[in-house]
């Protein structure tokens, strides 16, 4: 049985997890017990082609600490079947994720050690250091790390072809553990002992609990020893070819740990707040160029998820340069009306498979040319081009027709969908069968268009009969008058006249989320109430009313259970934004409505980032109470969103 880790009351659960990004695509992550939960839990994880291409080079290590008085370990680990080994877990006094990761330990005799960890910036090196807390002589620290050297969405077994010889140059050593990998190199003021061993069956209960394969060994070349009762230990760990030039070969490890110390501690002091540091994690490099990973441990970026979460976690947050060079780099990329949806983590080949991501991009280029205007920035005219070039050639592809039978109707609204394509963003696949197909006119996809052609009208005349045509037909067409609110979908897989009563969440959109609401008034009021009454939990919206054939309450289980519960019922944190902008927008839009809004819907949210990724928002959660967030612990669209409210829509400045 596993001990309970004394964490804070802060931290609720040693299973909480910690994020430490490098802007290359690369990161390091782990739980607040020590204890890695995931695959993807490592200290050194390296962007080959950031964000893409990621390795895990380094997955941890076992420390412990001799003092006269005995050994005590530091660190904990999981083995096959289910055995936590060896028991330092349990000598966590207390743990803080602000500005970095930071454990104190206090040991048996009443030794206090401190661990810090920390990411640097822009560069593929991680920095470690233990300290003595309470002076006494003969206290020395080793640490035992633990290599792979493979791709970060598979595991490591035992095998002959990793090679453990080591290059050693005073305090500096590499390892090349595989011929295809990028080496590891550690620069430390401790000894270095080279002792090869392998490690087996380190198991990772959150991928065993979501029916995954589980079980890995890890090979360790040796470890590092101290003497801490002389200072503090310092260990740091870089992917070769990554450092970006931040190892100087003159420089000691002390002076190379003072600089990245005092560096990141002034770039994180920047931050006004924990939620502004988190955006920042999102932002990252790809090429020359800049773009948002949709989510951490496992996505990168992603179409649809980047220009939905750009509005919050760099138009809000006043980063327009980053969102003018993101939306420029995509503006590029149009083909037949759509933009890519996803660049696989392996090749260059991007997937055109969204019907909304090319519409979410005309969205993003709204909202980044109003924030210009109104913070009165100088906006170069080729590049207003550009954007306008680029959203008549997704209009005009969209008209003519395009890929999987997206095309413009006669009613003035957009049709899309085949079999055996999912293109909205309810797009979970099991065993090839779409489980939300919404083939036809779905309802959030017609609120984006008519919202993009509102944009257009701006500089296209030609644009403004298909946009008259097209919403007289969606507030005749989509209206549920008995039900008092709105279809999911009309046209039902292309058969006219037929309609998908089905309550979902992404009616919201028609009166929240975009800049122009379809609905006003009454109709929109009981929108809202229906919304919140059915949807509404303090995590976001559910993708499902319960009740509805098909409702699902928790997304747990194997990979087919979780995906046909991915959009059945599971809550999406990102979808407060719209619901929240929309409950404002239906109740006036006034100050009062705004101070309700922070306090019923914002404050619940808010509570939620040292729940599951510590400063942060994850990605889904149970639709039945208690809500357990679920999926990704670090979601890109979450935080942006409720960024976007914190600072946009209910911003305090709008309240006095």
């Known amino acids: 049985m596993e001990s ?50 990621r390795f895990v080079l380094v997955n941890g290590f076992d420390a412990w600490v ?23 877990a349990q000598r966590i006094a207390s743990f803080t ?40 002589t003969g206290v020395t620290l080793s640490v035992r790390p633990f290599f792979s050297g493979r791709d970060y969405h598979s595991l490591h077994h035992e095998n002959s072809a990793f090679r453990f010889a080591v290059e050693t140059q005073g305090e500096r050593h590499k390892w090349q553990v595989y011929p295809d990998v990028p080496g590891v190199q550690a620069v430390s003021n401790g000894e270095y002992l080279h002792q090869p061993d392998w490690y087996r069956n380190f198991t990772y209960s959150e991928e065993q609990a979501r029916g995954l394969d589980h079980t890995e060994d890890l090979a360790t070349p040796g470890m590092f020893r101290w003497d801490l009762s002389n200072g503090e230990a310092i260990l740091i760990l870089a992917a070769e070819g990554h450092e970006n030039g931040a190892l100087p070969p003159e420089s000691s490890v002390r002076q190379i740990f003072k600089t990245f110390r005092t560096s990141e501690k002034r770039r994180r002091s920047r931050f006004p707040s924990r939620l502004y540091r988190a955006a920042d994690a999102y932002l990252v490099q790809r ?64 997937e055109f498979n969204a019907v909304d991501a090319s519409l979410w991009y005309i969205i993003a280029v709204h909202d980044y040319l109003q924030a210009i205007e109104t913070k009165r920035r100088r906006l170069l005219q080729r ?20 890929r999987y039978g997206i095309r413009l109707d006669t009613d003035g609204l957009l049709a899309a969908g085949e079999p055996g394509q999912q293109l909205t963003w309810m797009d979970a696949r099991v065993d090839g069968h779409e489980i939300t197909p919404r083939i036809g006119k779905p309802v959030e996809i017609q609120a984006l268009w008519l919202n993009a052609l509102h944009i257009a009208t701006r500089f296209a005349e030609r644009w403004q009969d298909v946009l008259a045509h097209g919403s007289a037909a969606f507030q005749q067409r989509f209206w549920n008058e008995a039900g008092g609110y709105l279809y999911d979908v009309v046209d039902v897989d292309h058969q006219p006249g037929t309609v998908d009563p089905t309550f979902r969440p992404n009616q919201i959109f028609a009166l929240g989320g975009l800049p122009v609401p379809l609905f006003e008034g009454e109709r929109a009021r009981r929108i809202v109430d229906a919304v919140e009454e059915r949807l509404w939990t303090p995590l976001g919206l559910r993708s499902l009313a319960p009740g509805e054939p098909g409702y699902t309450p928790h997304c747990t289980g194997g990979v087919r259970e979780r995906d046909s519960a991915y959009h059945q019922g599971t809550v999406w944190p990102w979808l407060s934004g719209p619901f929240v902008e929309a409950w404002v927008r ?6 009062e409505a705004k101070r309700e809004a922070r306090e019923r819907f914002l404050a619940p949210l808010l509570t939620h980032l040292d729940e599951a990724g510590i400063g942060h928002i994850p990605e889904i959660a149970d639709g039945d109470p208690p809500h357990t967030p679920r999926g990704c612990p670090f979601q890109a669209w979450s935080v942006g969103e409720v960024l976007r409210l914190e600072l946009g829509v209910l911003a305090e400045e709008a309240l006095k």
């Open 4 to 53: 309970t880790t004394p964490i804070p009351s802060t931290y609720p659960s040693p299973n909480a997890e910690w994020l430490e990004a490098n802007g290359l695509g690369g990161f390091a992550s782990g739980t607040a017990s020590g204890i890695r939960t995931r695959r993807y839990h490592a200290l050194l994880v390296t962007a080959v082609t950031p964000p893409t291409g």
């Open 66 to 88: 001799d003092t006269p008085n005995g050994t005590f370990f530091l660190s904990s680990q999981r083995y096959a079947p289910d055995v936590v080994h060896p028991d330092g």
């Open 97 to 136: 994720a602000d500005p970095w990761p930071c454990w104190r330990f206090r040991l048996d005799d009443e030794t206090i050690i401190e661990h810090e960890l920390f990411a640097c910036h822009d560069t593929a090196v991680v920095a470690m250091v233990w300290r003595l807390q309470t002076p006494r």
């Open 287 to 350: 090429g020359a160029g800049k773009t948002l990973v949709a989510g951490y441990p496992w996505f990168t970026d992603w179409g649809r998820d980047t220009f939905i979460a750009l509005r919050g976690l760099c138009l809000a947050t006043g980063r327009l340069n980053e969102a003018r060079d993101i939306l420029l780099a995509w503006a590029d990329t149009v083909s037949e009306g759509m933009l890519p949806n996803r660049f696989p983590d392996q090749g260059d080949s991007p």
């Open 383 to 402: 590049h207003k081009r550009t954007f306008c070039d680029a959203i008549e050639a997704i209009l005009a592809g969209y008209a003519a027709g395009t």
């Open 586 to 591: 239906a109740h006036g839009n006034t100050s």
